[in-house]
């Protein structure tokens, strides 16, 4: 594993014991409680967290041995899975974190170094250096941690995994035609990027905010209450889901 892998399982590695430790807390009454999905209960948070540390470690395996691996078998299957495990004792679900999340740093562990370069593809999206399913893991984990809503929320998340995720998850709404067209200005560092449809000239709206207040609300998990609005109707655009 080279360097940056490394530092990449660090972090994840330290995301996935803060969300074990919310996830230890929870009693088999809490965790079928909602959590904050819609029409999801902590269990079936906790088990798709579980379910895709096998999915991303599948990929990793596609990278390191070159046969073609699928993260899931299909959505339906990863569904079934996720609605299967949903309701089990909280120690169990727990439990299927933590094994989960150890097999697939194993997994990674045992790439050698140009394997990081292989083209694998997720369920959905075009193929992508196998590099990056260290990202998609880390994402995973820190964002289904606030979805847990057992009092992770997004001003816990670290300042290196909001500065690192901002630019992509911004840069996932470029090109959507679904999305209104604007410009996000963060105020730490000074950076900005345009969501929306293609180039049309300067977008109607700017969104100005902290980097956490935008990636909160990017990814659905604000209501953008901290951001500033400037230029159209002077509204917060109304945002299709993150994907």
Same mark, same amino acid.
Request: glycine share 10%.
């Given at each position: ?6 530092? @990449? ?5 330290? *995301? ?7 996830? %230890?807390?929870? $009693? ?11 029409? /999801? ?20 395996? /596609? ?5 073609? $691996?699928?993260?899931? %078998?299909?959505? +339906?299957? =990863? ?11 909280? %120690? !169990? ?22 394997? /990081?370069? %292989? ?11 196998? =590099?990056?399913?260290? &990202?998609?893991?880390?994402? +995973?984990? !820190?964002?289904?941690?606030? &979805?847990?809503? *057992?009092?992770?929320?997004?001003? &816990? /998340? ?5 500065? &690192?995720?901002?630019?992509?998850? *911004? ?5 959507? +035609? ?13 950076? !900005? ?12 709206? @700017? ?35 993150? =994907?």
């Amino acid at each position: 594993m080279d360097d940056q892998a490394r530092r @990449s399982m660090t972090r994840i590695g330290e *995301a996935t014991d803060r969300l074990l430790a919310s996830a %230890a807390a929870l $009693t088999d009454a809490t965790a079928r409680e909602p959590s904050a999905l819609p029409g /999801w209960t902590r269990g079936h948070v906790l088990t798709h967290v579980a379910r895709n540390a096998d999915g991303l470690g599948n990929l990793l395996r /596609w990278a390191r041995t070159g046969t073609k $691996t699928p993260m899931y %078998a299909s959505r +339906e299957a =990863r569904a079934a899975s996720i609605e299967a495990g949903a309701g089990r004792p909280a %120690a !169990e679900l727990t439990a299927d974190v933590r094994r989960t999340a150890i097999t697939f740093a194993a997994e990674a562990a045992s790439l050698p170094g140009e394997a /990081w370069a %292989a083209q694998v593809q997720m369920l959905v999206g075009p193929p992508m250096p196998a =590099r990056r399913v260290l &990202d998609s893991r880390l994402r +995973e984990v !820190e964002i289904h941690h606030v &979805d847990l809503g *057992a009092g992770y929320r997004p001003a &816990d /998340w670290p300042a290196e995994f909001v500065a &690192d995720s901002l630019p992509a998850v *911004a840069g996932s709404f470029a090109g959507r +035609e679904d999305t209104p067209s604007c410009l996000l200005r963060a105020d730490r560092p000074d950076a !900005e990027w345009r969501i929306g449809p293609g180039d049309q000239g300067t977008p109607p709206v @700017s969104v100005r905010g902290s980097p956490v207040e935008l990636l909160a609300w990017l990814t659905g998990r604000g209501d953008g209450g901290g951001l500033q609005v400037s230029g159209g109707d002077a509204a917060l655009p109304v945002l299709p889901a993150w =994907r």
